[in-house]
């Protein structure tokens, strides 16, 4: 009974957000200088007379107030209505729904391996501060955080399937197979490459922060006290400093959902997998309204809810906060 | 059990941007503990204390200058043997409650303790239950967390802690700050009874007046030089029997006793350095 | 040099950057029309002495792109980095003034970061209809948010000083508090914070521009010269991939190292 006030209390502000996500997108689309019946004509606007126009206008509300429009949609949205997208000329949710299992695979692969490794390595690198290996991981960890993502998936492009040949240059599987005769196999063979770089990333990122909390754990009088017991750095970093770096590693982790998303656009342009992150500059580039804000909402949603469950741990977990001091 | 001869310790500082100084922490300090005795160590704040702790533990931070012998039982304590024996013979009882980690329950940690003392783990999870017990702390504040224990039964763990270790010499810092009159007279009369067991124990305190009472011998330390060290018995009546003027002036500074202030110059206090 | 002098280290660093930011500006006033100077006898040529980074499909050199490149990214940085901290400031100082703005400012914050940055920076891209003054925008918009909480937290700390509370015992105006005694404390915070998103900013415009909705293709934005280089990829020319986006990464690392210097001496 202790634990529902504080969701009941997340899950409304989780709410409240997605409203205002909701506002300043539908906000920022009415302040494009695209004018909404050519986006929603998308290329065909050359063909349709004015008359025409004017009708489109009316029937779809384009020309009531911005107020009234957002009402519709977001009643619409309620209803489990996200519009039609002129680009793939589906309905927006199939699309989200279709594309976002596509991505599902790298992103969750992705995600997995960031945190696993990422955590591990910043763990090794406090415990081991100064020593070669630490020098190794941070130096690795410090230039990858600094690499553009796009250009890592070059080069690994470059590398990997151009020059070495080892895996395919692009897509979600070769080209021309429907998606039914796809193996399995070969379905990972595409997802290697892709998988392997957007995780570079990610792990770099919760290498480093990870690290700095080791090495302000090996620092603290509970490691300083421990030393004193006669304690060896391994056995500092094994008892106290894991504990003391899985709590924040939570947090971190759900954090990087947001940044693996963005990485995954850009390699997902780079490998033209089909995924939802080709399917967001798809729209953002021929002006598919509906479907970008469907995209804008769904991440959002998703971003806030690992948030929210990373927030829930932490108060189960943490015996500090459990008691109700914190 | 342990002689420490000429020990001087100096931190860098910041003076300006560039430009780094060293700190005098310890001044050529000398000090001999025997076993079975309890030797307090009392002095200004800032004037070193802890810092001795961390040196005869050799747990200091790494940019600092170390001059002068440390023996412990004869052997020269330097860093080799101070890793050996740090928990084994040597142990910290620290001033920071913090040092207790907040994630883990009390027992687990007394136990960890006894682990790296060197005992196998079935035989160290039963000597922390017996060490809690021996402090009076009951089973409900054994499976507790750092957060949930007051002031003094945190204390107690960290004394647990020393006692499970089986150390011949303890080093007490600051035990009895914030807690009131009867939990603080409990941790001090623990150290005691350690020393009486046959161990050497070192406490470090401002507070000379609760030193007293348990103590063997006292040294009195300023700017990390030794002042004086003399038996607690000289601390009587007007402290006639004190050499040295400013342990004379710390001890009728006491409220008990004139209560009086007088100013001694570092000169005056210099010549009858011992 | 050793660990236990940040401060010459970070001296030093700061200088370096300097010197080479220099360097960088100066190299364009140089160049002149190089970058767009086409060569059709020498086209997609490979790195070599006539042809230092090697050239692209119009013959044009690739060294000459990848610093104009540069020098582009660093301007539209600075100004998004500048930009940002500004709104940040502003945000983080209105916030204090009151119960219920606060309560906005915090809303406003939680909203802007729970879209993941790329698809937050095309959204705004889109809005304002590309172009490098978007971009600039886009990204300022992008990252005010995280250094606004810092400062939020920062002068909530602050506001609990006995200082500031006796400067409201004696009457003053929440004005005069935020501007006398607050503002001056967080710039320390301002400086580090605008620092870290520098290099943040550079590598967002630079993934704005790939995906075409930032500076226009005509200019030689990393992110343009990149994009170029994905149709060339599979004909093995390897230059125009490698030289553009590693002379991104060591300009983000050199101020990246600057800025954990910095830190670590203040």
Same mark, same amino acid.
């Given at each position: 009974?202790?634990?529902?006030?504080?969701?009941?209390?997340?899950?409304?502000?989780?709410?409240?957000?997605?409203?205002?996500?909701?506002?300043?997108?539908?906000?920022?689309?009415?302040?494009?200088?695209?004018?909404?019946?050519?986006?929603?004509?998308?290329?065909?606007?050359?063909?349709?007379?004015?008359?025409?126009?004017?009708?489109?206008?009316?029937?779809?509300?384009?020309?009531?107030?911005?107020?009234?429009?957002?009402?519709?949609?977001?009643?619409?949205?309620?209803?489990?209505?996200?519009?039609?997208?002129?680009?793939?000329?589906?309905?927006?949710?199939?699309?989200?729904?279709?594309?976002?299992?596509?991505?599902?695979?790298?992103?969750?692969?992705?995600?997995?391996?960031?945190?696993?490794?990422?955590?591990?390595?910043?763990?090794?690198?406090?415990?081991?501060?100064?020593?070669?290996?630490?020098?190794?991981?941070?130096?690795?960890?410090?230039?990858?955080?600094?690499?553009?993502?796009?250009?890592?998936?070059?080069?690994?492009?470059?590398?990997?399937?151009?020059?070495?040949?080892?895996?395919?240059?692009?897509?979600?599987?070769?080209?021309?197979?429907?998606?039914?005769?796809?193996?399995?196999?070969?379905?990972?063979?595409?997802?290697?490459?892709?998988?392997?770089?957007?995780?570079?990333l990610g792990i770099a990122n919760i290498t480093l922060h990870t690290r700095t909390r080791m090495l302000e754990l090996m620092r603290s009088d509970v490691a300083t006290h421990a030393f004193a017991q006669g304690a060896s750095r391994i056995d500092v970093a094994w008892r106290?400093?894991?504990?003391?770096?899985?709590?924040?590693?939570?947090?971190?982790?759900?954090?990087?959902?947001?940044?693996?998303?963005?990485?995954?656009?850009?390699?997902?342009?780079?490998?033209?997998?089909?995924?939802?992150?080709?399917?967001?500059?798809?729209?953002? +580039?021929?002006?598919?309204?509906?479907?970008? +804000?469907?995209?804008?909402?769904?991440?959002?949603?998703?971003?806030?809810?690992?948030?929210?469950?990373?927030?829930?741990?932490?108060?189960?977990?943490?015996?500090?906060?459990?008691?109700?001091?914190? | 059990?342990?002689?420490?001869?000429?020990?001087?310790?100096?931190?860098?500082?910041?003076?300006?941007?560039?430009?780094?100084?060293?700190?005098?922490?310890?001044?050529?300090?000398?000090?001999?503990?025997? /076993?079975?005795?309890?030797?307090?160590?009392?002095?200004?704040?800032?004037?070193?204390?802890?810092?001795?702790?961390?040196?005869?533990?050799?747990?200091?931070?790494?940019?600092? *200058?170390?001059?002068?012998?440390?023996?412990?039982?004869?052997?020269?304590?330097?860093?080799?043997?101070?890793?050996?024996?740090?928990?084994?013979?040597?142990?910290?009882? /620290?001033?920071? !409650?913090?040092?207790?980690?907040?994630?883990?329950?009390?027992? *687990?940690?007394?136990?960890?303790?006894?682990?790296?003392?060197?005992?196998?783990?079935?035989?160290?999870? %039963?000597?922390?239950?017996?060490?809690?017990?021996?402090?009076?702390?009951?089973?409900?504040?054994?499976?507790?967390?750092? %957060?949930?224990?007051?002031?003094?039964?945190? #204390? #107690?763990?960290?004394?647990?802690?020393? %006692?499970?270790?089986?150390?011949?010499?303890?080093?007490?810092?600051?035990?009895?700050?914030?807690?009131? /009159?009867?939990? *603080?007279? #409990?941790?001090?009369?623990?150290?005691?009874?350690?020393?009486?067991?046959?161990?050497?124990?070192? !406490?470090?305190? %401002?507070?000379?007046r609760h030193a007293l009472p348990i103590a063997d011998r006292v040294t009195i330390m300023r700017d990390g030089k030794r002042v004086e060290t003399a038996s607690a018995c000289a601390f009587q009546g007007s402290g006639a029997s004190l050499t040295n003027a400013y342990s004379?002036?710390?001890? !009728?500074?006491?409220?008990?006793?004139?209560?009086?202030?007088?100013?001694?110059? *570092?000169?005056?206090?210099?010549?009858?350095?011992? | 040099? &050793? @660990?236990?002098?940040?401060?010459?280290?970070?001296?030093?660093?700061?200088?370096?950057?300097?010197?080479?930011?220099?360097?960088?500006?100066?190299?364009?006033?140089?160049?002149?029309?190089?970058?767009? @100077?086409?060569?059709?006898?020498?086209?997609?040529?490979?790195?070599?002495?006539?042809?230092?980074?090697?050239?692209?499909? $119009? =013959?044009?050199?690739?060294?000459?792109?990848?610093?104009?490149?540069?020098?582009?990214?660093?301007?539209?940085?600075?100004?998004?980095?500048?930009? &940002?901290?500004?709104?940040?400031?502003?945000?983080?100082?209105?916030?204090?003034?009151?119960?219920?703005?606060?309560?906005?400012?915090?809303?406003?914050?939680?909203?802007?970061?729970?879209?993941?940055?790329?698809?937050?920076?095309?959204?705004?891209?889109?809005?304002?209809?590309?172009?490098? @003054?978007?971009?600039?925008?886009?990204?300022?918009?992008?990252?005010?948010?995280?250094?606004?909480?810092?400062?939020?937290?920062?002068?909530?700390?602050?506001?609990?000083?006995?200082?500031?509370?006796?400067?409201?015992?004696?009457?003053?105006?929440?004005?005069?508090? $935020?501007?006398?005694?607050?503002?001056?404390?967080?710039?320390?915070?301002?400086?580090?914070?605008?620092?870290?998103?520098?290099?943040?900013?550079?590598?967002?415009?630079?993934?704005?521009?790939?995906?075409?909705?930032?500076?226009?293709?005509? @200019?030689?934005?990393? =992110?343009?010269?990149?994009?170029?280089?994905?149709?060339?990829?599979?004909?093995?020319?390897?230059?125009?991939?490698?030289?553009?986006?590693?002379?991104?990464? $060591?300009?983000?690392?050199?101020?990246?190292?600057? &800025?954990?210097?910095?830190?670590?001496?203040?």
């Open positions: 009974m202790r634990l529902i006030a504080p969701i009941a209390k997340r899950v409304a502000r989780l709410a409240l957000v997605l409203t205002c996500v909701a506002l300043v997108s539908y906000g920022l689309m009415m302040a494009s200088p695209i004018d909404p019946v050519d986006a929603y004509l998308g290329p065909q606007m050359a063909q349709v007379s004015p008359e025409q126009r004017a009708l489109i206008a009316q029937r779809w509300g384009f020309d009531e107030p911005p107020a009234v429009q957002f009402g519709h949609w977001l009643r619409q949205l309620v209803g489990g209505d996200l519009g039609w997208s002129h680009v793939y000329n589906q309905p927006v949710s199939e699309v989200i729904a279709q594309r976002f299992q596509r991505s599902i695979a790298l992103l969750g692969s992705a995600w997995m391996l960031s945190t696993l490794v990422g955590f591990s390595l910043g763990v090794l690198a406090g415990a081991k501060e100064g020593s070669k290996l630490d020098n190794i991981i941070s130096t690795y960890a410090f230039i990858t955080a600094s690499t553009p993502a796009f250009w890592l998936a070059i080069l690994a492009v470059l590398l990997f399937s151009v020059t070495l040949g080892w895996t395919p240059t692009c897509c979600a599987g070769p080209a021309g197979a429907l998606n039914q005769e796809v193996s399995v196999a070969t379905r990972l063979h595409h997802l290697l490459l892709p998988v392997t770089t957007l995780a570079l106290h400093g894991l504990r003391h770096a899985s709590l924040p590693a939570i947090t971190l982790a759900f954090a990087s959902l947001g940044e693996l998303f963005g990485g995954s656009i850009l390699i997902e342009q780079v490998f033209a997998y089909p995924g939802l992150g080709q399917a967001t500059v798809a729209a953002g +580039l021929r002006s598919d309204v509906p479907l970008l +804000l469907g995209i804008a909402l769904f991440t959002a949603l998703f971003v806030s809810v690992g948030n929210m469950i990373a927030d829930s741990l932490y108060g189960v977990i943490d015996p500090r906060i459990k008691a109700g001091g914190l | 059990m342990l002689t420490i001869e000429q020990l001087s310790l100096q931190l860098p500082l910041y003076a300006s941007w560039w430009k780094r100084d060293w700190a005098t922490c310890l001044d050529k300090f000398s000090l001999r503990v025997y /076993p079975g005795e309890v030797h307090a160590v009392v002095g200004a704040s800032g004037a070193g204390k802890s810092l001795l702790a961390y040196a005869i533990m050799g747990l200091l931070p790494t940019p600092a *200058r170390l001059s002068g012998q440390l023996y412990y039982q004869g052997k020269p304590l330097n860093a080799s043997l101070q890793r050996q024996l740090r928990g084994r013979e040597l142990a910290l009882i /620290p001033q920071s !409650l913090n040092a207790l980690d907040p994630l883990v329950r009390t027992q *687990r940690q007394v136990a960890w303790a006894a682990q790296r003392a060197g005992q196998a783990s079935a035989h160290a999870w %039963h000597a922390s239950q017996q060490a809690l017990d021996h402090y009076q702390l009951d089973a409900r504040a054994q499976q507790a967390y750092a %957060h949930e224990l007051s002031g003094g039964m945190a #204390r #107690r763990v960290l004394t647990a802690m020393a %006692h499970v270790s089986q150390a011949k010499l303890v080093i007490a810092d600051e035990p009895s700050v914030g807690l009131d /009159p009867y939990q *603080r007279q #409990r941790v001090l009369d623990a150290l005691r009874e350690l020393a009486d067991q046959g161990k050497s124990v070192i !406490l470090i305190t %401002h507070d000379l004379q002036a710390l001890w !009728l500074a006491l409220p008990d006793n004139a209560f009086a202030t007088t100013a001694i110059s *570092r000169r005056e206090q210099e010549v009858t350095v011992a | 040099m &050793s @660990q236990a002098q940040p401060r010459l280290r970070a001296a030093l660093s700061l200088a370096v950057t300097a010197l080479l930011v220099i360097g960088l500006v100066a190299s364009q006033w140089l160049l002149g029309d190089a970058p767009r @100077q086409m060569q059709f006898d020498a086209r997609l040529a490979p790195p070599g002495v006539d042809h230092w980074l090697g050239t692209d499909a $119009l =013959g044009r050199e690739l060294w000459a792109r990848t610093l104009a490149g540069l020098a582009l990214s660093f301007w539209v940085g600075c100004l998004a980095a500048l930009l &940002s901290t500004l709104i940040a400031l502003s945000l983080a100082a209105i916030a204090t003034l009151s119960a219920r703005l606060d309560a906005l400012v915090s809303l406003l914050i939680d909203t802007l970061l729970s879209v993941p940055h790329l698809i937050l920076l095309m959204l705004i891209a889109f809005a304002l209809g590309g172009g490098t @003054q978007a971009v600039i925008i886009a990204v300022a918009v992008t990252h005010w948010p995280s250094l606004a909480r810092v400062l939020r937290a920062e002068l909530w700390q602050l506001r609990q000083a006995p200082y500031v509370r006796i400067s409201r015992a004696l009457g003053k105006s929440r004005w005069f508090v $935020l501007h006398g005694h607050l503002l001056p404390h967080l710039i320390p915070h301002c400086l580090v914070g605008a620092l870290l998103l520098f290099p943040h900013a550079i590598l967002h415009e630079a993934a704005l521009t790939f995906l075409g909705f930032g500076l226009s293709p005509s @200019q030689p934005a990393i =992110g343009v010269l990149l994009a170029d280089a994905m149709r060339y990829l599979s004909g093995g020319y390897w230059w125009l991939g490698v030289f553009p986006g590693l002379g991104m990464l $060591l300009m983000v690392l050199g101020f990246e190292r600057l &800025s954990s210097h910095l830190r670590r001496a203040l």
